[in-house]
């Protein structure tokens, strides 16, 4: 075999590995992609059951989130509004993923939320875009950052 076609099945053969890294099938047999929609999901979950213990294992220590009324929360603002019952409704839907290495993603979606907002009691926008950042700190996926947009029709 020469020097090139030896260059040609190995370019080939990473060629169709590299596709299926994104693909590749996480512990239970969901691919990476689902376990992190999942988790997403289960962090909203986590809010309006008041699971603490779960979102304290969840979120990254440095956890930041910007929600939909533009102001910056802590990884404490997040679990105290968790305990205060503040979201009493969460629905998921049309996820998408970003992967952006091997040790961070993007899990963004649209969501029906019911939940308390800023220091009167407002409610916050009931529909959402939400986007997660995700991160891998050793064998864990944790929550690093989330970003809360509301929807709102196009003028």
């Known amino acids: 075999m020469t020097m090139r076609s030896m260059f040609m099945v190995l370019a080939l053969g990473f060629a169709a590995v590299i596709p299926g890294l994104a693909q590749a099938p996480a512990p239970g047999g969901a691919t990476l992609e689902q376990a992190l929609i999942a988790k997403s999901k289960a962090a909203g979950e986590a809010q309006v059951r008041k699971d603490l213990s779960f979102l304290k294992s969840t979120l990254t220590d440095d956890f930041v ?3 939909s ?3 910056m929360h802590d990884r404490k603002d997040f679990i ?4 205060d019952g503040s979201v009493t409704e969460f629905s ?3 996820p998408r993923v970003l992967m952006i290495d091997e040790n961070a993603a993007m ?3 649209d969501c029906i939320i019911k939940m308390t907002e800023g220091d009167a009691p407002n409610l916050a926008p009931r529909y959402q875009r939400i986007s997660d950042l995700w991160v891998k ?3 864990q996926w ?4 989330q970003q ?3 929807s709102r029709p196009v003028d």
């Open 69 to 71: 009324e533009g102001k």
């Open 65 to 67: 989130q910007v929600r």
């Open 92 to 94: 998921l839907y049309k």
């Open 148 to 150: 809360a947009t509301a």
């Open 142 to 145: 944790r929550l690093k950052f």
């Open 107 to 109: 899990v963004t979606y």
């Open 137 to 139: 700190q050793g064998e």
């Open 80 to 83: 105290d509004d968790a305990e």
